[in-house]
């Protein structure tokens, strides 16, 4: 599909999903080519002539939107921030839950076929819990799409899904399946999966961490990212961790979120002040101090 057709398309069409264009620019290509496949299934020669079809059905709109759902992805992927995760910050939870007599929780948003689910799984596993004295963790993964969550239950990848993974790992904790890798059962304890969509609905905190990468603070116009960074924010427990992508930034300099030092991408929620009461003034002299004198 053309660009001289696809972006103007893209430019008119995205707002009305609250959907910004600028998340779109460098995937647009994924876009297009499913376009390209409903426009066959509806015999349109023309994103022109598609355009008519959203105004004449609005049913239409929830195929449009489902779309625009870009899932690329793949484990482990950027490795400094799970090797920040690994060294600093599950352990910290770990101790954390360990005196409290908790499990350690964690959601990932937009979790596609669950790269992130089951990097943060094998992270704790094999690197974080055998230091804490083996506290559970138990990890939710949300998605919109029933697609991908299926092949998240699964939790087979292909080879190129684990190139960035640790060299231990794929011996210790996958076994091969024709052309695919799949966790071993005792790895997949303690997760699970829901189709949700972040627009309408979340799981139930708190969370002690949670995984928001490439998804809302990408694509998402800046009012649904206000609205939607509130409930996140209200997910998460005082001095939990949010982990953005590489290339986002939270609106409005993200408010009550200070970065871990060495990994931008990593935000630490700070409680909010405590309320102090405005200092007394001091009590005026009475008129027998003042004679006294």
């Known amino acids: ?3 001289e057709e696809l972006i103007p398309f893209l430019q008119w069409a995205l707002p ?3 959907l910004r264009w600028q998340g779109f620019r460098k995937v647009r290509r994924q876009v297009g080519k499913r376009l390209e496949r409903r426009l066959a299934e509806l015999k349109l020669q023309t994103l022109e002539q598609y355009r008519d079809r959203l105004e004449s059905d609005p049913t239409e709109w929830d195929k449009l939107d489902g779309f625009c759902r870009i899932t ?3 484990l482990y992927r950027d490795r400094h921030v799970f090797d920040t995760l690994r060294a600093r910050v599950l352990p910290e939870l770990g101790n954390a839950a360990r005196l409290r007599g908790d499990p350690v929780r964690c959601w990932c948003a937009g979790c596609a076929c669950g790269e992130e689910v089951y990097t943060l799984k094998l992270l704790w596993e094999l690197d974080a819990r055998p230091t804490i004295l083996g506290r559970p963790l138990q990890v939710i993964g949300t998605d919109a799409d029933p697609i991908v969550l299926r092949r998240a239950e699964k939790g ?3 080879s ?3 190139e960035n993974i640790p060299a231990n790992w794929r011996e210790t904790a996958f076994t091969r399946n024709d052309h ?3 966790v071993g059962a005792q790895y997949r304890e303690g997760l699970e999966f829901r189709l949700q969509d972040i627009r309408a609905d979340i799981p139930v905190g708190p969370f002690d961490l949670i995984l928001c990468r490439n998804l809302v603070f990408t694509y998402f116009d800046i009012k649904q990212q206000h609205e939607t960074m509130g409930q996140i924010a209200g997910a998460l427990c005082d001095d939990g961790y949010l982990v953005i992508g590489a290339h986002e930034t939270l609106p409005d300099e993200g408010g009550a979120f200070v970065q871990v030092p060495g990994c931008r991408e990593i935000l630490r929620k700070t409680p909010p002040p405590s309320a102090t009461r405005p200092e007394a003034p001091s009590p005026a002299p009475s008129r027998r101090l003042a ?3």
Request: proline content about 0%; overall charge positive; some cysteine.
């Open 180 to 182: 695919y890798y799949c």
């Open 16 to 18: 009305a999903l609250r």
């Open 156 to 158: 087979c990848f292909g």
């Open 160 to 162: 190129s899904s684990l």
């Open 72 to 74: 690329i992805s793949c």
């Open 1 to 3: 599909m053309r660009d």
């Open 291 to 293: 004679l006294d004198r």
